[in-house]
């Protein structure tokens, strides 16, 4: 039996407990000790910072918070190091947000003579060339299992094909009463869909799912274990299959469950009122679309499967239930000429009655792993897509449409 310490470093997420890290905690367990480390929440309880401050923190340009965290509160730092050395296996979760704590973390867990195996995972690891422990790159469970048992290669995608035969998630380690009263689910792993902009669907090889039955069996375990009623899936998309929705929808309302979820989806024109309707019923409240453009040829280019006219008649189907959802933009696409730009802003006048929410509105980012950067595709020059920024926003403002202030823009400075 093996001790095992898994970490999630600031910055990080704070709405809801850390998925992955729950689902290795799950895949140990049984045979292992397994401590949680929580240092996101620790330092975010220390620093008293408002959620929706932290939850925009980190990435590259951020200053140091380990030093700042070292210099400033000692003794957290130190016990941490001096408990994490005491075991024989230290996972770090490392996210584009955390990778400078992540890796600041490891050297100084090494330098402070730990003897144990050091190993780093999550979606950023691909990126890092030069670290000496071991690296998970893709799923963690199989191999973080492996590991524990000895083995001391790097593991790349060891995928799980059946995801039923995972246990089911129980949130015992982590400090419930920190987050707010919403627990994260997964109910698919990977995306059925390549957008040239995105890097979520390279980090799986393949696109699987949870049965409904599984999925229904998760939440009402939750639901009675802690009597929380908000869940919010985390899947790239939950309706791939609108037969595996429909299902879920029924499974879910059947058990009558006084929940509600919610989740993101692709925008389809084939998912019919009576569906959108039976999902409501089993408690869905609210939708993410990725719409990220009214262009219909940037649409097209960024690979999305619909036009503007398909998503609007997807919109006023939910507006008409009124089931809530939010859209994200993308601004200065590549390929976005002006023309196509003004596209976005008169889709958003004149639908700003029949769109709830903006979640998201960022600039073009042209990521490393993307089928773009692979393309060798130029950016728009910055000063172009910022005064489309501002464009936007400003439409935003004057025409009342709500939105999430804390994701205006929180990917411009790497996070
Ligand atoms: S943007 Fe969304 S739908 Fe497109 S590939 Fe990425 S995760 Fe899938």
Redesign the pocket.
Known sequence: MAKVALVIPPFFWTKTPHIGIEFLIQALKRKHKVDLFDLNMASFQILRKRRSEWDKLGGEKAPSLFQYLKSSYPRFIDSTLKSLKKYDLVGISVFRRNRAFSLRLAEELENSGFSGRLILGGPEVSFIKDFCGQKVIGEGERAIAAIAQGESKDFLFWETDNLDSLPLLEFRKFNLRAFPRVLPLLSSRG?????R?????RLYKKFRQHTPAYIVAQMKKLWRDYKIDWFSFQD??INASLGWLEEFGRRLSEENLPIRWEA?M?IRDDMTTDLLALLQKAGCTNIFF?L?SASEKVLKD???PFCPQEALSLFTRLTGLSLHFEISLIIGYPTETEEDFLCTLSFLKENKKLIPKIAQVNPFILLENSLLKEEGITPLPQTIVKKRMKKVLKLIKNEGLRHRLSFINNLADGN
Not at 191 to 195: E, F, G, K, L, T
């Open positions: 995306c059925i869909r390549r957008c902009f995105c890097t979520e669907w790239s998309l993101q692709i990725g990220e960024i690979g999305k």
